[in-house]
């Protein structure tokens, strides 16, 4: 049994990666995370020195404000006695038993400090290294800021205590690289949850992209502008084109592989245009050129020859009638494609449909025996297209079954599911022609068919009705044994 319901194309998913490299290489949020915080890294470096300038020159300022309190007493050092006085204000003075060394301010800066300090040496020192796990009270005692100066041929030192300034600056930068540590760690761990939140629009896009590409039946024409604007370097020439998922990013996969999707099936429909196209020229190409034999046979002779008179306008009627059958299945097809063939839905009995094809069947062929088994079923459906879609498979039954065949129409109800039911035992389907039956203008013997009248299209009408009430068709054919042909809707519940 074969079921004319599409089985949906398996995705190809990207082989799983445990590698975090490659994670980091794939994934758009990953990445933009990494990128986040390394700039959040590189801003916290960038504050860390801006504020350790800013503590220096804090320092250099207020060892400068206690040299310039300092400077009036130089010129009365006459002895040492007066550094216990300076000690009480955190500044000692000591004799140098070297020459004075240290940064001597350039000539630009000289006009900025004390004046009579432009040739003193300065630098801020440590006076011992840094403990472990430091004592911040005990670092900011350990800061001085030392000038080193000659005086009436004395080298001297003059230190200051920078401890007033020096605390509050350490306990500043210890904050804030606290505070700098605990961002970065809670930023590695929750940082990348509003990113994912961000591109929430990207993943709903792939979203509607899947939904477009499982959904049944033909694209709408608004749907394939809206395609064509978002593709316009693909074209009906580059229908082959695909988008790379392996290159692409984890959130644009989901996108990438339905657009993918989408394509193929595009391009599936193309060719089938491009085939029914040809098809059809060669289903009108045969009347036209039988009806132009037979015009160019009446021009000849057929104006005297009575017997071919009537062939030819017998045979020109029939041609004709198979052109205007050929042409209205055609005009059909075209407005279900285009969507433009309303559906008058109302509630209806299958049993009565069935009943009424059966009359009608009975009374215009006598060359076989009909049977009906039908009982109620109710579905929600337009009863002419339903009825059509029935009588073309009760026509089918009778152009492929040898007269005195028997034919069945059968209706019932299980599991949800309103069947319609035609069953013969004519000539039956090759096995390798099933697949291909609903296909348009396909025949399974061209002769045959020929013979018979078809145009190949009755069974691609009838899955297009059953299908746009949402049922689907089955088949099940052998040779020389019959054929039976289901219409599956589903049941008002």
Not at 36 to 56: E, G, P, T, V
Request: charged content about 25%; proline content about 4%.
């Amino acid at each position: 049994m074969m079921s004319s319901q599409g089985v949906k194309d398996k995705q190809n998913t990207a082989p799983a990666r445990s590698d975090w490299r490659s994670r980091f290489r794939f994934s758009i949020a990953v990445r933009l995370h990494m990128k986040m915080w390394l700039w959040l890294f590189s801003f916290f470096i960038s504050l860390n020195i801006l504020l350790l300038i800013a503590s220096f020159a804090c320092l250099v300022y207020y060892g400068e404000q206690k040299l310039a309190d300092f400077v009036p007493y130089i010129s009365e050092l006459e002895t040492l006695e007066t550094n216990q006085l300076l000690e009480v204000s955190g500044v000692s003075i000591e004799e140098l038993q070297a020459e004075p060394s240290g940064w001597v301010l350039p000539k630009i800066l000289q006009r900025y400090v004390t004046p009579g300090t432009e040739a003193f040496a300065r630098r801020l020192q440590v006076l011992s290294p840094p403990l472990r796990w430091p004592n911040l009270q005990k670092m900011a005692r350990q800061l001085v800021y030392r000038v080193e100066f000659t005086q009436n041929g004395r080298n001297l030192v003059l230190t200051i205590n920078l401890e007033p300034v020096a605390f509050p600056c350490i306990i500043l930068l210890w904050l804030a690289l606290i505070v700098q540590v605990i961002t970065l760690v809670s930023r590695s761990f929750s940082g990348i949850k509003p990113i994912r939140e961000t591109l929430t629009p990207l993943t709903e896009l792939a979203r509607q992209a899947q939904s477009l590409n499982v959904q049944r039946g033909p694209f709408t024409v608004e749907e394939m502008r809206q395609l064509a604007g978002k593709l316009e370097g693909i074209n009906a020439a580059r229908l082959d084109t695909r988008i790379d998922i392996e290159t692409t990013q984890d959130e644009l996969k989901g996108l990438a592989r339905a657009i993918n999707h989408m394509l193929d099936r595009i391009n599936e429909s193309y060719r089938a245009q491009a085939r029914f196209v040809s098809d059809a020229s060669h289903e009108l190409r045969t009347p036209i050129a039988a009806i132009q034999g037979y015009a160019n046979l009446l021009d000849r002779w057929g104006k005297y020859d009575e017997k071919a008179l009537q062939e030819s306008i017998d045979a020109i009627k029939e041609e004709t009638a198979n052109m205007k059958d050929l042409v209205e299945q055609l005009l059909f097809l075209a407005r279900g494609d285009s969507d433009r063939m309303p559906l008058q839905i109302e509630c209806l009995d299958l049993k009565e449909i069935a009943a009424t094809v059966y009359r009608e069947t009975e009374m215009i062929d006598g060359g076989h025996d009909f049977t009906i088994d039908a009982q109620s079923a109710f579905v929600e459906a337009d009863a002419g297209l339903i009825k059509q879609a029935l009588r073309i498979l009760v026509d089918n039954a009778i152009k492929y079954t040898p007269v005195g065949g028997k034919i069945k129409i059968i209706v019932n109800q299980e599991n949800g599911n309103a069947k319609m039911i035609v069953q013969d035992n004519g000539i039956g389907i090759p096995p390798e022609a099933v697949p291909h039956v609903f296909e348009r203008f396909f025949r399974a013997d061209e002769s045959r068919a020929r013979a018979t009248g078809g145009t190949g299209l009755g069974l691609s009408i009838a899955r297009w009705i059953v299908e746009r009430h949402g049922g689907h068709m089955e088949v099940l054919s052998r040779e020389d044994v019959g054929t039976r042909f289901s219409i599956v809707l589903p049941a008002k519940s």
